[in-house]
């Protein structure tokens, strides 16, 4: 059994073994006698990678330490008796009760309104570590250095200026204009919106994706008929093919 506490993306992210994890929310599982705390990914998924195990003993003591660090504070007037309120309404309903509250479109009944869509982008960033490590051989010492268990990542830098481009990962097109209101309010909508199921995931033009060197490679041969005869490549495929390679490429 779990329970999954849902938030726009934290401002910090978490950290677990393999690095950081961008955070909408928090999954409980519960274990009997513990609680398993996971945080939820941006793309709404449970991540493994980061888990803190909580004794059901301690959930009183945890819950008065988060109110004295954080007051709880009411966002929605006290429903009356027999009143329920807003949290009680389903994903659409909120949506439609949130198009009330927002500034009418100007012109409603336009006949071509623009699409709209959710999309993922993301960009790579390396997380580095040097490790002292002592060990046999080489062999033994890169096994040793790749084993998560005995080397954690506590110290380990992120390099920034060595991020791979930002590129599209996955896009839907939203149709309705009540989930479009909800989309617009918060990260955790849309990444519940995405992943939903009920929304067909969009091919992404290869412009915009992160191509792969493989097939990158078997492209510009082809396109330089190589293999039929001795071939001269140059201009822009030889400077792709030396960056390809790790080699300096004039300017």
């Known amino acids: 059994m779990s329970e999954r506490i849902r938030f726009d993306r934290t401002k910090f992210d978490s950290k677990g073994r393999n690095g950081y994890v961008g955070t909408t929310g928090i ?22 990678a980061c888990r803190i195990v909580l004794p059901k003993s301690a959930i009183t003591a945890l819950v008065e330490a988060l109110e004295e660090i954080a007051p709880v504070q009411a966002t929605w007037p006290r429903a009356r008796s027999g009143e329920q309120g807003p949290d009680h309404l389903s994903t659409p309903a909120r949506g439609a009760a949130a198009a009330a509250d927002r500034e009418r479109d100007p012109n409603p009944h336009r006949s071509n309104p623009m699409p709209h869509y959710i999309i993922e982008r993301q960009y790579l960033l390396p997380v580095y570590q040097h490790l002292a490590v002592e060990a046999p051989d080489l062999d033994t010492a890169c096994r040793e250095a790749l084993d998560d268990g005995e ?3 506590e110290d380990a830098q992120e390099d920034y200026e060595s991020s791979r ?8 097109e939203i ?7 909800i989309a617009t309010k918060s990260q955790y909508e849309r990444s519940g919106l995405m992943y939903d199921g009920r929304h067909e995931l969009i091919e992404i033009p290869r412009e915009f994706t992160e191509r792969d060197r493989l097939a990158e490679l078997a492209e510009i041969l082809e396109r330089n008929h190589c293999g039929t005869a001795r071939v001269l490549i140059d201009g822009d495929d030889l400077e792709r093919l030396k960056s390809m390679a790790g080699m300096q490429v004039d300017r």
């Open 175 to 181: 149709a309705s204009e009540e989930e479009w209101v």
């Open 151 to 153: 080397h954690d990542w």
């Open 27 to 48: 999954n409980v599982v519960d274990l009997g006698e513990e609680l398993f705390l996971e945080p939820i990914t941006t793309r709404g998924i449970n991540s493994e």
């Open 165 to 172: 481009p930002t590129t599209i990962i996955s896009a839907v």
